[in-house]
């Protein structure tokens, strides 16, 4: 982040891969914090519109436990792609949500005719293994 910080400071020329880089980079730290500002920096830049960095976007704000950030963010995309509604499956399975996903799930196969894939499948499996551990115990 602090190299980041010296990048723009710099006027350094950022990019895509490095705007995607810094959002896995939130999403690690779990820092809502970050996110939110890197999200409104992304805003201003105009990396926003972009589909790769939309994507890590929504993942970041999912790993941050940030699932209303990323629902408003997933909504006002104007294009999206299987990366993107397996971002969003696997993002609430992740947290717990397991209705939410499998409702989203339904969606896609609904609204857009994508086609489960093999992320899609992990995703939804992830959320049911979420559920039979906490059954179990």
Known sequence: MNLFR??????????????????QLCGQMGSLKHANTLHGFSLVKGFSSHLIFGNALIDMYMRCECTKSAERFFHSMSIKNIVTWNTMIYGYMAVGC????LSLFQ???????????????ISLLQGSLSVTIVLLT
Request: some cysteine.
């Open 107 to 121: 969606q896609m196969q609904s609204k857009t005719g994508y086609k489960p894939d093999s992320v899609t499948i």
């Open 6 to 23: 010296q990048m723009v400071c710099s006027n350094v020329s950022l990019d895509s891969i490095t705007m995607v880089t810094i959002c």
């Open 98 to 101: 397991s209705s939410t996903g």
